[in-house]
Structure formats: structure tokens, C-alpha cells
């Protein structure tokens, strides 16, 4: 049985952890550092997030992941000169660096400490930025000679840099043990494309080609994010992810008030601020955030007057919305399409809802829990 053996389990108390193949070669490989399990949790549910969101987009794609949730996900569209001023970015940028960039950004307080994911190979320029973020490691396909030694002195040089055969694919059946017994099921195979969107069950109907490149990027997001979870895009980037909780409508108002801050965080008010010392980059973010919510930068009237003129955002959900309440907080966020799985007994009710918001709505049938 090949393996890796791993720098400790979910707590340094657990000194018994590995990573065990039961037949063939390990697709991974440790190019620096050394892992811990929840490093390889993050790494390869988040591998698998950005080899199936190029399948679907043809872009570059990248996720940074915390504690086995996707903090953001991103395609590498190019960043305009506004998001590359609030996302503090260099202007020159190779497309999987702008991935990384839009996917990080989205919750850049939550990807502290991040393990990244990257679809394509590292290459210099994105290299350079990790070189500057707090983040633990990488997997990617392969490095550029160039990225991969930059990387090597990240943390003192115990950055965790992982290389993944992209050729690899599972058994269709995984396993888990839990409490001494062993659960098996089918691994998730389920192709999300955009022929799942062709059920529209609005009186709005207009699904542009940008809105359908923004569902499918939460609902791949949402096929590796701890249920409950839904998942607000907008330009071909998570901009709020709600995961792990116990209702359906917390993970709504949770991943909403995410993307609230996200597009705060474009409001002119903001972009002229003036520190008395240079702060880092994180104590930036904290400090415009909490300014944010605690009304000292942006008053309540001006926080809901700039996001009164947000729209055209996309929500997916990891299942059908059970009640109204959701589609009502999702229009407090500038939502205009949503992808559900439908089959809910009040889904009248909420398709009622999404046309009183002037909402295109998607059923897909396919729920997508992740545990």
C-alpha cells in the first residue's frame, strides 16, 4: 500500500496520520514542505473544484480553501483597473494569477491561511502573489522552474507545495471511516454544465451567456462546500459562500451579507482612505470591514443606497429553497438568477416570489450535499 505520511492529524495531539493509496501509484506528489490532514482534506477537494470548473468554462480556475470549504472560487477573467485597485493587485497579471486573485478576494478575511488550488500550472506571476499572502500551501499540475523556486521560500522555506497527476481519476465507489466502521458510497460524478439551466420556471426567461458562466461556477463551488451551502457570483467569481449551516435561510443571509461587503468594498467613499501608519494588507481589509459593519466608514443609508443599484447577481443552492424568505434576502443582495434543485412543497410559492423580484429562475433536479 503506498502513502505519504502526514506532519499530524486534524490536532497536534493526533501524531498517527497518513495518506494511504489501497492499489496503484499516489497522483500526489510533496514538492516542499510537509502536509498536515487537513491540508489534504483542503488540497484535494479543492483539486477537484478547479479540474472540473476549467472542464466546464475552458478557463483557468483556482480556489482558496479553509477548513474544507471553498473561502472563493474563481475563473481567470482579466481584472479591470477598478478591481485591481481594490483587490491592492500588481496590473500586470497571467490569467491563473487573476483566477487566484477573484477567487481569493471574495472573502479575503476567510482565505487568511489559505490552501490553494490552481487548475493550471503556477507560473511566476502567480508565484509573486502568494509570495506576499499568508497562505500554507498549493496544488497545481505543475510549476514553472521560476514559480516553484520562489514558492520554496515561502514560511521559511515550509510553504507545502503539492503536484498532482491532472491524468488521475478515482474509483467510482470512495470510503470513509468513521467510529471504527467503514461508509461507502458512489463518488459524485454528476456532469454540471449548462444544460441543467434549461428549466426556467420564471415568467423571466433572458438567461445571458455571463449569467450562465456565473451559475455554473457556484454550482461547481457548491459541489465541493459543506452542506448547507449556496453560493452568490458575479464575473466569473464567488463573491459570497454560505457553508455547513443547519437552515437553508442562514446560508442565504450568511453567503448575502458577504456579498454585501464584497461590492462595499467597490463604494467610492472607500477608495481614497487614509491611514496613519501603513497597515498590512489583512489589517486593511479588517479595518475597512469592520468599518463597514459598525457604520463608522459607511452609514447604514449609504451602505443600502449603494447596494440598491447591485444587480444582475447569480445564486446557486446545494438543494431546493424551502421557503420564500430566501429568494426575498437573495433581492436584498442585487440577485437576478438563481439555479435550485427544486422539488420543494412550497416551490409555488417561491417561484411566486422570484417573479415579484422580476427573478429568472433555473430548477436542475440535482442536489449537490457535500459532507
Not at 491532472?166 to 467503514?182: I, S, V
Not at 457548491?222 to 449551516?245: D, P
Not at 462595499?264 to 463597514?292: C, M, S, V, W
Request: charged content about 25%; aromatic content about 6%.
Amino acid at each position: 500500500m503506498e502513502g505519504m505520511n502526514l506532519k499530524y492529524g486534524c490536532n497536534p495531539n493526533q501524531r498517527q496520520a497518513a495518506l494511504l493509496m489501497e492499489s496503484g501509484t499516489l497522483p500526489i506528489q510533496t514538492l516542499n514542505g510537509e502536509a498536515g490532514y487537513i491540508n489534504l482534506l483542503d488540497a484535494l477537494n479543492g483539486w477537484q473544484l478547479v479540474k472540473e470548473l476549467k472542464e466546464v468554462t475552458d478557463l483557468p480556475s483556482a480556489t482558496s480553501f479553509k477548513h474544507v470549504s471553498p473561502a472563493g472560487a474563481a475563473i481567470g477573467l482579466p481584472l479591470n483597473e477598478e478591481e485591481t485597485r481594490v483587490f491592492d493587485v500588481p496590473k500586470t497579471l497571467s490569467p491563473i494569477a487573476s483566477a487566484y486573485i477573484r477567487a481569493r478576494s471574495a472573502d479575503p478575511l476567510a482565505s487568511f491561511g489559505d490552501f490553494v488550488a490552481i487548475s493550471d500550472e503556477c507560473d511566476l506571476s502567480l508565484a509573486k502573489v502568494l509570495k506576499r499572502e499568508v497562505s500554507d500551501g498549493i496544488i497545481a499540475p505543475s510549476y514553472t522552474p521560476e514559480a516553484l523556486e520562489l514558492l520554496k521560500t515561502k514560511k521559511r522555506g515550509r510553504y507545502v507545495i503539492l503536484q498532482v497527476n491532472p491524468e488521475y481519476e478515482p474509483p467510482l465507489t470512495e470510503k470513509r471511516t468513521l467510529f471504527g466502521m467503514t461508509l461507502m458510497q458512489e463518488r459524485n460524478t454528476v456532469v454540471l454544465d449548462s444544460s441543467l439551466l434549461r428549466t426556467v420556471v420564471t415568467k423571466q426567461k433572458d438567461l445571458p451567456p455571463e449569467a450562465i458562466q456565473d451559475l455554473l461556477v457556484g454550482m461547481v463551488t457548491l459541489k465541493y462546500t459543506q452542506s448547507n451551502s449556496v453560493c452568490y457570483t458575479k464575473g466569473g467569481q464567488a463573491i459570497g459562500v454560505g457553508a455547513g449551516q443547519q437552515s437553508r435561510i442562514a446560508c442565504t443571509r450568511l453567503a448575502g451579507e458577504k456579498a454585501d461587503l464584497f461590492h462595499l468594498r467597490f463604494h467610492p467613499k472607500l477608495q481614497n482612505l487614509r491611514f496613519d501608519a501603513p497597515p498590512t494588507r489583512q489589517g486593511r481589509y479588517l479595518f475597512i470591514e469592520e468599518g463597514i459593519r459598525n457604520e463608522t466608514l459607511l452609514s447604514k443609508e449609504e451602505q443600502r443606497s449603494y447596494l440598491n443599484d447591485v444587480s444582475k447577481v447569480s445564486l446557486a443552492s446545494d438543494a431546493f429553497f424551502p421557503f420564500r424568505d430566501n429568494i426575498d434576502r437573495a433581492a436584498q443582495s442585487g440577485v437576478t438568477y438563481i439555479a435550485q434543485a427544486g422539488g420543494s412543497t412550497r416551490d409555488k410559492e417561491v417561484i411566486q416570489a422570484a417573479d415579484e423580484h422580476k427573478m429568472v429562475m433555473c430548477m436542475t433536479s440535482i442536489r449537490l450535499f457535500h459532507h
